[in-house]
């Protein structure tokens, strides 16, 4: 009987332990129990500039936020493409997304006026206008439904190919397969006023697209050439710019009003200044791939002719004009050429 007494008591105590401890755990604040979680999906690969500033920045929301907000991030394109990133993003199955212009265009399509061919002659024009028109752009996705979180630039794109380019006739000649995104109407529409054939594949297919001869030509940055795995598929680089490659970082506007003040107030303080340090980063990765794409990997920089170069701009205009009403209206057109204007005639 005794023995029985003191099994009793043993097992009230330990019961007793148990139930002070649960209460305890309910009477933390809810936020010590669940932070809250923004899925975020980016096509950039593990170990890349890009990726690596994502997980910083995640770092440092989690650190500033005590652990109630994280991202939880989504490299190398494993939940889809942009545009199923999109569709996810919609559906609320991810929050996040670091996006190129396919992705944009799907949310905010006016904004890749910023990669029209041969707009932007410098990075300082470009910074000058992105940054003057910054609170139109941030007006613009929150119509859409979506917060901005920071635009940058993937750098100037180059044609890379296995024969090299010097004229537009050179990349009217059979034998060049051009790469083209399926949504790109300002790529497509400014190779088809070129006369210049092109092979639709999403970036994800770019790679194997290579490797089988579907495509031989493309347009890209040095870095993303070199990130992406596509430099060794190529011999040449024509040094002519042909576009500055636009990206963002965004969050759905349902996401973004679910998180508190404070926490709205540390992800877009945060997110701004790691966008600011990246693009910063990536225009010297850019720097630094073009001279590793040269002295290691051997690809010949070639020249644009002069003629050729003319024409080229002539051809950039005319795409300009013809995608007004398409992807953006003449006046933001018509804007956007005056403060490029103004800032040139300020130099």
Known sequence: MIKMKSIYKANTAKFACVFLLILGMLCLPITHL??????????????????????????????????????????????GDELDVIRKMRAGLLHAGAMTATGLGEIQEEVLIFQ????????????????????????????????????????????????????????QS?????????????????????????????VTQVLSSLYSGQLNTLAASPYVAVALQWYDRFKYMTDLPVNVGVGATVITKEKFDQLTAEQQKVL?????????????????????ALEALQKKAGIQVVEFEGDSREAWDAIAVETH??????????AFLDKINALLEAYRKSK
């Open 34 to 79: 669940a932070a809250e979680s923004v899925k975020f999906a980016t096509l950039a690969p593990k170990g890349s500039t890009w990726m690596n500033n994502f997980e910083a920045m995640g770092k440092e929301i989690r650190s500033k936020t005590g652990g109630e907000l994280q991202l939880r991030i989504y490299p190398n394109g494993v939940q």
């Open 116 to 171: 029209l061919p041969r707009l932007f002659k410098t990075y300082e024009e470009l910074d000058y206008v992105r940054d003057y028109l910054r609170e139109d752009l941030d007006k613009a996705f929150m119509d859409a439904g979506y917060i901005l979180l920071g635009m940058g630039d993937i750098g100037y794109y180059y044609l890379f190919s296995n024969q090299p380019i010097r004229t537009i006739a050179d990349l």
């Open 174 to 202: 059979p034998s060049v397969k051009m790469w083209a995104r399926p949504t790109d109407k300002i790529a497509l529409t400014f190779y088809k006023n070129a006369e210049i054939a092109t092979v639709p594949r999403e």
């Open 268 to 288: 877009r303080e945060t997110a701004d200044a790691y966008q600011s340090d990246l693009i910063q980063k990536i225009r010297k990765d850019n720097d630094r």
């Open 321 to 330: 004009n013809a995608l007004v009403g398409e992807i953006y209206s003449q």
